[in-house]
Structures are given as structure tokens and as C-alpha cells.
């Protein structure tokens, strides 16, 4: 048996099959993969990595497991799923996902083909584990499955406390103890024991804290933007093939990113944190519906469109949409006098969250800090925004103070 | 300069007339008060009391004042009260505050007379400071007053974080530090910097957690009913006056519990933690209206009228009517978008928290562990309860697992 | 099964015997006694408990056991030792007892007749155990005694880490944990397995650093001093018996202080916190071996001689002077290269600690602030301290700044 | 002003020249170095890097500065000092320091011309500083060099507490805000007020646990050793210089690594943490005064006699000599009875500590797995290591417990 020190959790203790799965290039190769991907250009000490984050992930399913009264080969696949929940990742963990699934069809979990035919698979086959049923759990497939990625899925009760130990932002700090130790299952499906109604709420709390302050800090959605326009034209313009970018590090990434002609340009500027600033930051009321749901395609002629407009070279406009919001937790289960009852049927906070995460939404167009005058208003015209100028220049005037959003910030953005 | 070492703030420097507060008699007796009152009967740990905590607050007014730049013989005066908000408080803090506020007609935070005639006052006066002033700050009165005791005073900052301490229950660890940052005043009232909506709703949403967890745990709660019936008794059938019992600390209060007949019984209890069972549990919605608002000659009443059909001594029932909910923080200021606006006309999440406070709000009727069945029946029909059976006695059959009312606890309940 | 919160070790299960034992009187009277005595006066949030210490010793004795693979009612005697091995406990925890222990021959682990008549020990022979045989365990007899009380025992890894989270000084921060996973059990002695000759350095570390900034703080030692002497005076002057006053819990015992004309004067001291100061504080080089070494007998004719040289009331000059420095921990059994060795013969640390606490000890003597001249005086030509009166009088001048010796206090002493 | 959130220190507020040379490349770059270079691969969540240790320093140095009541441009440059302290690390900081030392005659802190010709310099001197009188300062040069660079420095005060925090290890929580509260000047040099001693002591005991813990873990050194042997192989293969290797980031380096055919290798093993062993593990005692004291032209000369006798490749075989002990906290001033005193005049500890230090040194030889055996008995005779042959195959045989060297390392070393 091993032990190893985790800053969240202390001592874990990996054996068998776990440890084997640890020592895999394909595991090891987390530790190079940062957790928030560019969030550490907000909050410095976020540098924490997916390889720590599934080794809290693999010790609170051991917990959950425990408690749960499962044992034996049922758990171990689900031991070994959580250690391998995140193989998929590419550089940067989410930050370039939509960019790799438009050109590969795979999103993070979807890691069939990766537990296939490497040393991943020889371990899982070696001590009797089909590497397929290990990657449907992942997907979050069977009862088990629910564990590993679901609405009381271990990944994001390990993701808020760290990412909370990391950046220093308190919210995060949810009883993920208490969580582990009152699930239970009831025909099949992963219930919160009676008397847990606040318990649950806290989970969504915690994420609808540190979605604004943290997960979609207006500094980290700049970089994120930044960040997939690069790998766009590193695909573009060299020979790098998705499946290989979904497969590098953030130092291959870094390094690529650097030495082509193409995104050389990005790196300096993420490297000296020389970034874009937002040249419009609109509330969803304020956006035609058709920019919000735009597709892909769609936004880049948007983009071409403006830069054209505000004539500035084509790199200088990134339009950054987030998705309309969703709520995975609200559907949790929960036994309240005795009956199992969805979340948002007993609890009136998670309708309200719904709304809240409305009022948080932004559209967000970034450029250049001396182009984004003319970016600001060649997009109001483009993109139809509803303003009367005042809202949208609001965050370019350099008197004002815009205290939330600067917040935890290294430099004035 | 002295320095005090605090297990929350670290450290807190004192000197000038905040060193000679906190050298009076009437605050360092506070040092016998617990944060808490009967709360450690639920978490062990939660044995903090209101001297550390007018050190915490007085350490954070400070850090206010700092931020909002404001000096000088102001300044100390808001020091002061800081120092002093809680030197009204009687043994227990709330715990029976309101068996005192029913016979001498006060608060804890109503402390006039208290300044007045006492080394407080002499101490006050010494350094120039009208005792009545810094009165007036304490009970929220004036624009500083506002951070003394207002919808984002200094108090409540310091509560959440140090009772998450001491209970180690993480609800309440809220980002202090960037709420006191972020205080602004305009026009004479304190208002969070754009960009802080979050940040409110963030104090909020700590005292929705902390309420059910902690402050309203139905052991805390029966402690309370028991402690207020104790006090009733104390000053009816002893020569102890409410006034001399407002004075008294933990200590003397205990050893008064112990040495008058008609009260020692529930010294006994409290003391070996043999304390009364719910023998009612009720939502909102199945008490009549008459029941909740009733005022406590009505309760006492319908107490005696419950244990005569019972058969047991009135002094084995108490009623526990929780007021109805009410939210003092949804009225903080925020500016949003260059204007004030209250928080509960900006975020959808207040009011769902008063929806919250409804949902968790429950009516108690306690009685000793051998007379639950019978006291919970005739309870029931003297006040009308809207039950088929099944969810008064719920809580009384002991097959059934209640988690989140027992968790926490230390023993049976 | 019971499910506890601690502020330290956060979640503690609680079964069978032991809950059982915690619900006794007992056992719920060490909620009244605080951990460390008068400390809170140095530091004011040092106000936890003998029982929140008993339960995480408790919980350290179960995951000891763990480790060391020992289960059924071996490990149940264990654990019921650690619940109760505080019992023995005056007010006040250590501070009285010297003064206990010369009147019933008694010390706080010496509980074998707390143990034989009463709920505990009906609770122990309902679960088939023998009341002496875990008072011997508690004694430190047998080869599991030595993990409830012995060099490397939980009881002194769960103050250490307990006392750094309540006062806020970090150096008890060891890593429990690790100590607790690292015992082995090798021909019946405890030892700690290979490598760790720095996990048991670091424990007599921890200790060597609380013992001067929190321990043997002299504004602890001062109150230590004053609460010996009433208790002292209680037991001459009053009916209490020095049986009774080792049952009493922290109420009683300050409720007596405040009612017995012999002692009121003290208790009004320390609940105002106006404390005797220093009118020696002497290194060991300047004190005769003769003082060092004397009995309490002798102590208290110098108290008096004194008192009559300085012409102040006897109850005004206190001796304090501690034992001569010994470490327990050296002893401690650690592998080294395969072989089993004590930690002084393998770490140069150990005989260091010995030179470091030689180092720190102290003579004091207090008196009332006004005395302290006078007191001082006759103090070094009664007691012979080898002093030019520059070390003596150090500590009185007023101008000096003594800040170690201040540092974490209240109020200037 | 510009507030930063650290994990450690929490709001950190920088303005002026300090937030224009954080926002430099040369600065901005430190996001890029591991504080702890490898480290990570013995305590995953060991990111942590320069930069936020950097921001640590500063704000560290402004507490000291405010405390000593420094102000004005005295203050500034001492607090760009604090800034730029480590700009002059290569990547992985200190692990091939001696490497660039060999090839470019300069340690990390020789910053002279770092700051003369770039952005840092321009900033300098657009604030009126002269950087040479930083480059001075971060030498340890002058009075409040001390403060930067220094046995009382902030550089180690910050870097203890965050280690402790990133690797979970406890023992570097020392009480840093008291440390810079009680600095004092006197004719011109730091000092401890009086009452320091344990202050100053508990410094140089936090050093003592971590240097075996976690900085000189034997797996820490064993990539150490691996990353200087194949920086020196990048130098010699390739076109990369000594300076600019000086420059490169952890990205850059890396990825020079994965390219270069004499690195690739030992690029794949560090990135898959297939890692060399210890084939020697020896004491002092055991190790000829010669091979301590070699040169690196003699390390290299016997690593091939051993690699020759072996019958393995050259690369295979790392010799790892660490220096004589040295403590620099030793010298520390303390003030005790009113005059100033060097801590080891002081403290018994700090000549133990020496012991302490020569007890963990070791010599280690290392070799991939298959060769350990080969190599140990070659390097044994070619050494002239006095054993008989225990104690240096101790660690190469397989079912031997070696608890503190493989504690909190990820796979079997």
C-alpha cells in the first residue's frame, strides 16, 4: 500500500489496481494539466492540476463507496473510473473543449477509445476490468455511474473545495464529508438521506458563488477566449491535428503555441499577460436572441464582420457566448418525510439560482485595449445589441470602478 | 500597544481607550458568556464566547473604518461601540432574552443605562465620548451606526466566520475581508462597490445554511425552551430579579439553576444532557394561524391546558414558536451599474430565501423523553394542528432516521 | 450510530459503549471544564473543553487501533479509556491539581473509584468490561495503556493540534495523522515504524514551543498561582472538602470563589481580570537549589516571611515555582535501520530540548500590582536569588518591553 | 490600487511601481517556474510557483516595513526587491542552479544585469530607482537587504507557510505575522525584540522538518538529480546556451527536453514519473572525506569508473552529493535581557540542529530500477564506502519498510 499527501484531503491510500492505474503515463500526464486552466492569470495560486483533483475525486468515492456499504469489483471499477474521470482532458482542461469536439466529435468523458489500446487497458484488463464498462461509468452510465458524474457526482464535491483551498476564495468550502456520508441508494438511484435539504443546497450555493467569482471571472473568460482562437489557428495553420492537440500537455500546448507564426502572437501576449479587454459586456436582455444562440459559424462571421467594421485585423475581435444556463444539481435527489423528492420540487432556491445565473450572464466581445473603442461600437451595430451606448461602453470608461469584476485580478484589464 | 492573539483574526492590536474598554469589569465579563448559549449541547466544540467576538468585531470595524477612511474622535467612537454591542447580553446570549426583555422592557442591544453609571461610562467619558452617543451606534442609530448594527454590519461578519470555527460546520466561512474592502458610503449610507452583488448575496446565503445547521437545530432549540422555562421559574419563585439576572454571566447563572428547588431538575438535565424530546414537529403549514402569532401569555396557556390532558406537570411541556421569518440583509445597498439599489430588487435569490425560511420554519413542542406520546397527542388537539397523526409523530417513533436533525448532536434526541 | 462534528477532526462516529459513556453525568461534566485553565485570559479563544479533547482523543485511539489492526473488546477497552481518561479532572483542569493531590492523595489519572460506583461504571460492566481494568489502562498499565497515556499516546497529539486551533498559535500543529498511521506494536511496545525519527521530533518540538508562548505563559502561570491559592483558602475556611472540590465543574467551582468570604477578593481579580504581577521572574542559575527543591510547606513559610518583610497581607506574595524540566517523549520508540532505538539515543535534538527548557524556566513571584516593590525585595533577600537586582527588578521597570512575555495577553500585566 | 486574492496571505493591495513591475514579463514569467521544481512529483498538489511566492515576499516585506515604520522610497525599493527576488531563477528553480552556476558564473539572487536592460529596468527608473541599488538589495546588501535576503528574511518567513499549505506537510506553519511584527532596527541591524527566542527558534525548527520532509525527500532529489544531468546534456548536445536556458520557463524547458535526442529519455521518465533509484543511500560516517568534498569534474569522472564497472551506460549512473549543513537562521539576532545576542549564543537547539542536519545527511547513488544492483556494489567499491554492503543495499531490497522516504511519494522509489 502507498500513501500520498494531499493538501485537501491529507493522506490517501492507494493499492492494487488503483495504484497501478495512477502509475500510467495517461494519469501521470494530469499532473501537467492545469485544473482552471488560465484562471491562475486571475488568482495566482490557482495552479492546482487534474492530476490532484482526481486523486481527491478516486478518495471521496473510496469514502462514498465505504459508507454506501459497496465493496469488492463493483467498487474498484468505480475507484478506477474516478481515477481515470478526467484521461480526456485536453491542455487547459475545458478551456479548449469546444474547439477540440467541432473537430474531433469528443467532448472530456468521452474516453472509449482512450482506455482502449494503451497501458490504461493492460492495467484495467490485467486485474479483470473491461475497459469499456470503466468508460461508461466515466460517461456516467449505471447506477454507480451517477457517483462519478452525476447531479451528486464526487468530481464536484472534490472541484469546490479545492479550487476554493487554491484560488482563496472561501465559497467553495462545502461539508463534502457530510455529502459522502449521507448518500444512500434507493432502487438504483443515488439519494440524499433525510434531513439533507440544506445539505443539497449548499452544492448549488457553493457553484453559483464561484461561478461568477471565479469559474467565469471576467479576466478568465478574456484568456479562455484568447486561448481557443490560438488553437483554432494552431489547427489551422499547422500541422497539428486535433487528436494530437487533445492529447499534448500545457507545456507541449505552450510550447506549440509559441513557436508557430500563426499564434506566436498569443503566446507573448498570455505570457506577459498583455490581454484583450472587453470592448462590450451586455446582459442577456440586451442580446438578440439569435446572437445567443448562435452557432459556431455563425460567430465567426460575426466576428470577420465587426473587425471589418471597426477595421482592425480579424484576431482582434473575439466574441466569447456562454451557454444558456443550466442547473445539473437541481435535479438531486433528496428523501424529505420519507418520500424521495427532486431537489427543485422541495427547495425554492433553485429556481431562483436558475434566475440568478440569468442576471450573471454577460455577452462578452474582447479586443485589444486600443482597439476596443472601435470593436465596442462596430459590435453594437453588428450584433444589434439593445443600449443606448451607456451599458455596453460602461466597462471601457477608465474612471470607472468596477470592483467585482477587477477583483483578485493581477493587472488592470 | 498590546497585541491580542485571536484563533480568527490573528492578530488584533488594542491601545487607547479600546484597551481600557476592553479592561472593564462589564466587558471582560463577557468572557462568561457564551457565543452560542446552548449550542455546544449540539457541537462540542462551539464553546466560544461574546468577549472573542466583540474582540473580532472590534477588530473589523477598525478594518472598515480604515477602508472607508474615516479617522479621528468618529472613528473611536464607532471603535467603541464595537468594543461594547454585546455588553447587554444575559447569561446564554439570545437564550432568554426574551424572558428579560419581558420584564424590564429591554433588548440586549439597548444599553443606555448601562454606559451610563459604571467604569464603562467613566472610561467613555475620560476619553471624551458621551456614553448616550455611542449608545445611540450600538443600537444601529446614525450613519456609522450602520456598521455597528445594520443589514451589513461588522457583527454578523465576524458571527458566521467564528462560529464556522468553533462549530467546524463551513457554512458560515464568508469572504469578510472583501465585504469590509468593498464598503462605501454615499450620502450617509453604507453601500457595497459595484460588482459586490455576489458578495451580498454570499452573507445571505451563510445565515440560510447556518440557520438550520446550527442556530435552529432542533437540539439548540429544545435547549432553549428549556433554559427559558428554567429563567421564568427563576424569577417567580426566587428572590432573583430580571434585572440582576440580565447581570449575571454563565457561571452564576448555572450555579442560581442549580440551588433554587423549583429549577433544579432542569439544571440536573441540561447539566448530564438528559433533555427533553420533540413530541411535536410541525411545518408552517399545519399550525393555525392563532398558534404562530400568539404571544406568550397564550403559550403559556395552551401549555398548561396540553400537560393537564396529558396527565403530566405543566412543567413537562414547552411550546416553540419561532417568530416568522424575516431577513435584515435583504435590504443591503449595492451599487449596480453606477446606482443604488437594494438587494432584494436585484437578486431573485432573497426572496427565494424568504420562501426558505418558510419551508424550514417548524413548530416544537418538547417534553420529556416518557412523555412525547402523550403530550404530542393532546398537543395536537388543544392546538388544532392540521395532521393526520403521521407527522407529529414522526419524529417520535424511534425506527426512523432523521439525519439532519440528529447530525450534530452528541447524544440520542 | 452517532455522528459527532468536532472542530478538529470534523466528523466522529460514536457506537455502543463509548456512546453510552459519553451520555453519562461523567462524562458530560467535562464539558464544564476547560482545557487549559486560566489560559483564555492570555489567549481568549482557549475556551474549549476537557470533553471536545476527549472525543478527539477517543477518535485517535480508534484510528491507532486501526492501524495497528487490533478490533473486538481489546480495542473496546481502549477506546472506553480514551473516553474517560480526563474524568479525574478537578476545575480547571491541571491548575488545582498539585493542591487536590495533596489533600486526597489523588492525580487527575487516577480513577479507579471514579470508575467502580457509579453510571459509568454500570455502563462499563453492561458491555462486560471491568472498571479497574480500564482505570489501569488509563494509568498508562499494559502494552495498549501506553497509547492512552505513554510517550506516544493521542492523548498529547489531540491537545497539541486542539490548543493551536482555540488559542490561534500554530505551533502545535503536528501531523497527527501520520503519527497515528506510523505506530507498530513490537514485542507489546509501541513504537514508530522506520523512517519517522522526524515525525517523533516533531511532537517534542510542538511541545517545546507551546510550552513557553502558551503553557507556561506567565500571565497563565500568574492566574495558575492565584486559583491555587483560593482553592486553597476555600478548603481551609469553608466545609468544601477537597473530595467535593475535585467533582466540582467550573461553575461550581467560580460560583464557591464568589461566595466564600475568603476567597471573594480572588474571584473578583480574576473576573475583572486584575491580576497579581511579576515581582521575580529569575532564571534557574539565580535561584538556590534549596528553593528549587522545596515542598509545599516550605513554599508557603517563605510566603509568609516574606509577606512579613514586605509588610503586606500573607495573601498577597505567591511562589510559583515550577518542576524541574523532564520530557517524556524522549523516550519514545522509534525504528532505525531494523533495530528499535529510544528517540535520545538517535536524535541530538532531545538532550537540546532538555538544555531549552532548562533555558526557560522561571521562579516566579506575584503580588497586587501596588506590592510589587516591596514583594520583589523581600523576595530576593528571603529566598537568596543570586541577582544585582538588575534581573529581578527586569520585569517591574515600566518602561521595559517584554514582549514574549506580553505577547497574546489581554491586559498589561 | 489593484487588490490580488492569495491562497496564503489573502488580499494583497498593489499600486504604483510595485503593480507596474508585477505586470512585466520578467516578472509575469515567474507564473512559470515551480517553486518547488519537482517536488510535485513526491506531493502532487506542490505547483505552487515563483510568482505567487514573489506577490508573498512583497506583501510580507510591506507588513515589516509598516512595523519598522520604513517609509517613502526607502520602502519602495525595498519592496521592489522583495518584487524581483527570484527573477534570476532558471527553470525548476533551485534544482539546476549549480548547472547555470557552472556555465555562467551566476546564482539566482546575481540580478545585476536582469535588471538593467529590460522592461524591469525601464519601470525601475521611470520611478526614480537606480537598478543597481535593487540588484544590491536583492544580494542581502545594506541594512534592509537584511530584510529580503537574510537569516530574518520575508523570502523564508512566506516560503515555509506556503509549502506547508500546497503540500499539505504541516510543519512550515510557522507564525509568520508575529515574526514581522517583532523586527526591530538597532545600529542598523534586524533583530528580534526581547522575549523572541522561541520566535527566532521556531524558524530554524520548521526548517529542520521540512528539509527531510519535503525538500530534500529522497524522490525530490533522485528528479533533481535526473533534471541537472539532462540539463547538462542539453547543453552539451544542443545549441541551447547556459544563458538562455538561464531565461527558459518550465514550458520551454520541458518541451527543449521532449526534443532534444540526448533528453528525450529522461524527459519521457519525468513525465511518466519512471523514475531512477537509489542504488546508495549512505550516511557521512560512511563516506570518504574525499567524495564529499569532490568537484563536479571528479563527481563526473566517478560516475563513469562507475558506470564502466557496472557495464552500464554512462547516463545511468547519478551521483548526488549535497553540501556541508550550513544554517544561516543561526546567526539571528535576538535581543534577551536588553542586549542583542546571536541565537546560537543563545539557544542549545541551534547546535543541535547542526547534529540534526549531518544525521540526515546522505550520499545517494542513483540508476534506473533494473541497474540499482550493478550500480550499488560498482559505486561501493569505486567510492570506497566503509560498509559491509547492509547498509547501502538496505533501500534496494524489496520487502523492506522504508516508511519516511516513500511517505507521500506517488509510486514505489
Not at 495560486?45 to 469514502?63: I, K, M, P, Q
Not at 475507484?79 to 477540440?100: C, W
Not at 457553484?207 to 478574456?222: D, E, G, Q, S
Not at 459586456?281 to 467594421?309: K, L, N, Q, S, T
Amino acid at each position: 500500500m502507498k500513501t500520498i499527501k494531499d493538501s485537501v484531503h491529507d493522506h490517501i491510500e492507494v493499492e492494487g489496481v488503483a495504484r497501478a492505474l495512477f502509475d500510467t503515463p495517461a494519469v501521470q500526464r494530469l499532473r501537467r494539466i492545469k485544473q482552471l486552466g488560465p484562471a491562475h492569470l486571475v488568482y495566482p495560486s490557482a495552479n492546482h492540476t487534474r492530476f490532484e483533483h482526481s486523486l481527491g475525486v478516486y478518495y471521496l468515492a473510496c469514502e462514498g463507496l465505504d459508507h454506501l456499504g459497496i465493496q469488492g469489483k463493483q467498487a474498484e471499477r468505480v475507484r478506477a473510473a474516478a481515477i481515470l474521470h478526467d484521461i480526456g482532458h485536453a491542455p487547459y482542461s475545458h478551456t479548449i473543449e469546444e474547439v477540440i469536439h467541432r473537430h474531433t466529435g469528443k467532448y472530456h468523458d468521452d474516453v472509449h477509445e482512450l482506455l482502449a489500446d494503451n497501458e490504461v487497458g493492460d492495467v484495467l484488463r490485467d486485474h479483470g476490468h473491461n475497459p469499456d464498462t470503466i468508460a461508461d461509468l466515466i460517461a456516467g452510465e449505471g447506477k454507480l455511474g451517477q457517483l462519478v458524474s452525476g447531479e451528486l457526482d464526487v468530481d464536484r464535491m472534490d472541484y469546490l473545495v479545492r479550487d476554493a483551498h487554491h484560488t482563496g476564495v472561501p465559497y467553495g468550502t462545502i461539508d463534502h464529508s457530510r455529502l459522502v456520508r449521507e448518500l444512500t441508494l434507493i432502487d438504483g438511484e443515488l439519494v440524499l438521506a433525510e434531513g439533507n435539504v440544506p445539505t443539497a443546497e449548499s452544492l448549488l450555493l457553493a457553484r453559483a458563488l464561484m461561478n461568477p467569482t471565479v469559474y467565469n471571472h471576467h479576466v478568465t473568460r478574456i484568456c479562455r477566449g484568447m486561448l481557443q482562437r490560438a488553437s483554432e489557428r494552431l489547427l489551422a495553420e499547422t500541422e497539428i491535428s486535433a487528436e494530437r492537440l487533445r492529447r499534448m500537455d500545457d507545456h507541449d500546448f505552450f510550447a506549440a503555441l509559441r513557436s508557430a507564426d500563426a499564434t506566436e502572437n498569443f503566446a507573448r501576449r498570455l505570457g506577459a499577460r498583455d490581454l484583450y479587454k472587453r470592448a462590450v459586456w451586455a446582459e442577456m436582455a440586451d442580446v438578440p436572441e439569435g446572437v445567443i444562440d448562435a452557432d459556431h459559424d455563425a460567430i465567426r462571421e460575426f466576428e470577420d464582420e465587426i473587425a471589418a467594421a471597426a477595421e482592425v485585423e480579424p484576431e482582434s475581435v473575439i466574441i466569447d457566448v456562454l451557454g444558456r444556463p443550466s442547473m445539473t444539481e437541481s435535479s438531486t435527489r433528496v428523501i424529505v418525510n420519507g418520500e424521495i423528492r427532486r431537489l427543485h420540487q422541495q427547495s425554492a432556491l433553485v429556481s431562483a439560482l436558475r434566475h440568478v445565473q440569468r442576471e450573471q450572464w454577460r455577452l462578452g466581445v474582447y479586443a485589444p485595449a486600443e482597439d476596443t473603442d472601435a470593436v465596442g461600437h462596430a459590435a453594437e451595430s453588428v450584433l444589434g445589441l439593445e443600449t443606448d451606448g451607456a451599458l455596453v461602453s460602461e466597462v471601457r470608461s477608465p474612471g470607472k470602478r468596477t470592483t467585482l469584476d477587477e477583483f483578485g485580478t493581477q493587472s488592470g484589464d
